[in-house]
């Protein structure tokens, strides 16, 4: 058998040149072990290394240990460039298989593929060998997008600390820009955040456990052989440039601020369970009495489900760099209550200087987040800093919720809305931190992006948690003026029915709040006031004809039930109670306002009306089989009011 052309061509019976054009077009699986032992050789290895990688790649997983024999012995500098080459160019075939655009994808460098196609080798084949050679190209099955980019960061890993000049960081910021969008752009794999995490402890020498083991796409990561060979590029006196160290440091904590943002942001509920239901969790800690018997928690669902086991893993994980690369948590803090952020979580362009390079604003929500949650709701020490409902939490959640515009509010990402709503609830448990603002002003506009949230929020735990939070801050304010002024005015003004009927519902506990103190104070508050109850009955008991005007349908209706429930019920209320029937005097009410003819009697003939119509449609269904119930509990909540009207002779 004649000898193998790999090794008769070898330099330097060739030149370095037409010895790649050789290998390009005779490289098999079959020839991978024998490239291997050829790899070996440093000198070779330094000269051709670079150009080696985007012919491998395609080779995988035969070929990760040729990859490895480059990373570790090739020239560095030319093989980190080549490795970030590839990546930037898995990303943009990511991008097209997204419908996006190069240009929106990368508008910073406009590559040449023709030679460099990733996924595409050209084989030919070997003389002599030719049965071998035609079963290599049939059986090879190209490797997917995701293990070619974990195989990249892998050798990124072994590449850049063998890089010995003045600023590596040059290097290492060019690199770290292809890695984000690129992996922003692959599908939510748990071995290609493995594979992320392992290069940031990799580059920033921490020593910590790898994620726990689970079957990825791709095998251990490189490393092993023992041999490294020197950069032969090094600088003489390759001292590291005036704080490099501080820069280096800098760049992977913005590069791990991006992937954290992006990690969070991809993650989909799971059974009502968002993000990392840290919100859910801390209010299971605080309140356990409200846990719904047989049903399963969210702290429940944390320690028996997989998938949601492997998201605190992974945060873990994220924290605990986090922590090696020296955040700091008064810095996370000013990045996401400044007046304008960016809410994009892409790629932050760097700066020269170490302290102008700018965290992923995203990013830093989320890690001072798991930082203040490891302390709540796993009692992990941390250091944290303090935080107060105004103005630092109210400047968060402007920044973060209805940012740009409210009608928007809702549409947020759910691990976003989950961590804002986390971070109110864990400052309002430590009252000191609980405070109100100079100004009624500043006191609105979190109420209103949080109220409005807990009505559009698409996930049910969600609007509810903001709910309880927009209540226990309305609540929390000590002016029942203030008070009483936002639920007035979301009462006349909000376009939001669901939210008329919260308001009903914040009224009542102030009015049942103030009669409890009215028995330990002589101090009267606004809330039992005659005059307040009779401020607010246009918008609290509206006439129905005027809302929908003839022909109400069911749907227009229904817009309104949970408001009018409210309304009846607090009516109902006022007039079951001695004591407030009299500080209220609700008989005079009654009689002025003309509850009866205004309110009652013609929300009683409209669901009438309605619901004879659905009584009438002989192939009701589902929806109908509700309205009707709906009809029904209308119905007999009116005839409560009635009723107790004509005990007052009313």
């Known amino acids: 058998m004649a000898e193998n052309i790999l090794l008769e061509a070898l330099p330097p019976k060739t030149d370095y040149v037409t010895y790649l054009t050789i290998l390009e077009y005779n ?22 290394g670079w150009d080696l990688v985007h012919l491998l790649l395609p080779l995988l997983p035969a070929s990760r240990q040729c990859l490895q024999d480059v990373a570790r012995l090739g020239n560095p500098r030319e093989v980190v460039l080549k490795v970030t080459e590839l990546i930037e160019q898995l990303g943009i075939e990511a991008a097209r298989e997204r419908d996006i655009s190069d240009e929106e994808f990368d508008d910073r460098n406009e590559l040449d593929t023709d030679d460099t196609q990733v996924g595409d080798s050209k084989i030919e084949q070997i003389p002599g060998d030719a049965s071998q050679s035609d079963l290599d190209k049939t059986n090879v099955v190209p490797p997917s997008r995701e293990s070619q980019f974990i195989t990249l960061l892998e050798m990124l890993a072994v590449l850049h600390p063998r890089i010995k000049t003045k600023r590596p960081s040059r290097f290492l910021e060019t690199a770290l820009q292809a890695v984000l969008p690129t992996h922003i752009l692959m599908k939510s794999d748990y ?5 992320v995490l392992r290069l940031v402890k990799a580059l920033s020498g921490t020593t910590r456990p790898v994620l726990p083991s689970r079957k990825s796409t791709a095998s251990a990561p490189l490393g092993g052989h023992s041999l490294i060979a020197p950069d032969p590029e090094e600088d003489d006196d390759a001292v590291l440039a005036v704080n490099e160290a501080a820069f280096h440091n800098r760049l992977l904590l913005v590069f791990l601020t991006g992937i954290f943002a992006h990690y969070m942001s991809s993650l989909t509920s799971t059974s009502d369970i ?10 299971e800690k605080l309140h356990p009495q409200k846990i719904i018997p047989n ?27 986090a922590r090696d690369l020296k955040v700091d948590p008064r810095e996370l803090l000013s990045v996401i209550a400044r007046p304008k952020v960016d809410l994009s979580g892409g790629v932050e362009r760097l700066s020269v200087e170490a302290d102008q390079v700018p965290l992923n604003t995203l990013g830093s929500l989320f890690i001072l987040t798991a930082m203040i949650a490891a302390s709540s709701i796993l009692d992990v020490p941390t250091s944290s800093p303090t935080l107060q409902i105004f103005p630092d939490y109210a400047a968060i959640v402007s920044n973060f919720i209805g940012e740009n515009s409210m009608s928007e509010i809702g549409t947020e990402n759910e691990a976003v809305v989950d961590a804002l709503l986390f971070l109110g609830f864990s400052t309002l448990s430590h009252k000191s931190r609980i405070n109100s603002p100079e100004d009624a002003e500043s006191f609105t506009p979190v109420l209103q992006r949080l109220s409005i949230l807990s009505a559009e929020c698409p996930l049910p735990s969600l609007r509810y948690h903001a709910h309880v939070l927009t209540t226990s801050i ?13 639920i007035h005015d979301t009462l006349e003004h909000c376009p939001y029915e669901n939210l008329k009927g919260s308001a009903v519902g914040w009224l009542k506990d102030d009015i049942l709040a103030a009669e409890s103190e009215l028995k330990r104070s002589p101090s009267k508050s606004v809330f039992l006031l005659p005059s307040t109850i009779a401020k607010l009955a246009p918008a609290l008991f509206p006439n129905p004809r005027k809302l929908f005007g003839a022909g109400a349908e069911h749907e227009q209706l229904f817009a309104y039930f949970s408001f009018f429930l409210a309304a009846l019920n607090l009516y109902y209320l006022l007039l079951s109670s001695e004591s407030l029937y009299s500080a209220l005097d609700i008989k005079t009410l009654t009689q002025q306002y003309d509850f009866r003819g205004i309110f009652l009697l013609p929300l009683r003939e409209i669901g009438r009306d309605i619901d004879r119509g659905m009584g009438k449609q002989s192939d009701a269904g589902e929806n109908e089989g509700k309205g009707i119930a709906e009809m029904e509990l ?14 007052k002779g009313l």
């Open 474 to 486: 309305l609540h929390s304010h000590p002016l029942d003026t203030v008070r009483l002024a936002f």
């Open 634 to 647: 209308l119905e007999c909540t009116i005839q409560m009011v009635d009723e107790a009207l004509q005990k």
């Open 27 to 48: 490289l098999t699986v079959h020839q991978l072990p024998i490239l291997h032992e050829i790899l070996q050789d440093v000198s070779l290895t330094a000269n051709i």
């Open 191 to 195: 071995a290609v955040t493995e594979a």
């Open 295 to 321: 049903r399963k928690s969210c702290t429940t669902s944390f320690t028996e489900v997989e998938r949601l086991q492997e998201r605190d893993a992974a945060v873990g994980q994220m924290l605990a760099l």
């Open 274 to 283: 968002p993000g990392l239901a840290w919100c859910g969790r801390l209010q």
